[in-house]
């Protein structure tokens, strides 16, 4: 009340304007609000499928397996792509000439890609998992280091070695925005529990892939 009795003399006439006076035109209504984008696609969303590789002799199971692009033709690595979710797996088996240590192992994977390199500040778990069965197999989970506001980026790192066959597996994913944080664990959770838990080899020797010369 006491603001508008602060309203100048001239205004308030203009308020208090006879009602014969022409009705100003009505504004116009406000665009209608557009809906907000679905949140992205998640790994969970989809039927739990397997794919079996003869090159690598083995079996990977995958969360929304028909979200994933798998290219086994060529190259040292399986590579499993889910465009959706922005989430990769990159997997190989191979044979090693003496004793396949999980050190050797991860050594050997390195030559043929440039892998991240956990950083103890930014790595979130470290444990041993029974995967594939037998295997002395490491997996470390984090996220690499960028600058504020920058899509966060996770991946997983596994090597195991048993006897003298060697197993890698590697899982990467981004997301950008509030839920970031979130969507990035629940997926690098879907994989390492789905995909490197269940990866299965057929064989206890490993077949004949010829190995790529050290660079």
Do not use: K, N
């Not at 240590?101 to 390199?117: K, M, V």
């Not at 504020?148 to 996770?154: E, F, L």
């Amino acid at each position: 009340m006491r603001r508008a009795a602060l309203v100048p003399p001239l205004a308030a006439a203009l308020l208090l304007a006879p009602a014969c006076a022409p009705a100003p035109a009505a504004p116009p209504p406000p665009p209608p609000r557009s809906a907000p984008p679905p949140p992205p696609p998640d790994l969970g969303d989809g039927q739990l499928g397997e794919y079996r590789s003869e090159r690598f002799d083995l079996r990977l199971p995958l969360p929304d397996a028909r979200g994933f692009r798998v290219e086994d033709g060529q190259g040292p690595w399986l590579v499993a792509t889910h465009a959706a979710s922005s989430t990769s797996l990159l997997v190989r088996t191979w044979r090693e000439d003496g004793r396949a240590s999980r050190a050797a192992c991860e050594a050997r994977a390195r030559l043929w890609r440039d892998l991240p390199r956990p950083d103890p500040s930014l790595t979130a778990v470290e444990r041993r998992v029974d995967a594939p069965e037998g295997f002395d197999t490491v997996v470390q989970i984090g996220v690499v280091e960028a600058p504020p506001g920058a899509p966060i980026q996770g991946f997983a790192l596994a090597f195991g070695g048993s006897g003298r066959r060697c197993v890698a597996f590697v899982a990467g994913t981004r997301a950008q925005g509030a839920s970031a944080e979130r969507l990035v664990a629940e997926r690098l959770a879907a994989v390492v529990e789905i995909s490197l838990g269940g990866l299965r080899l057929e064989r206890e020797v490993a077949p004949a892939v010829p190995r790529e010369p050290v660079p």
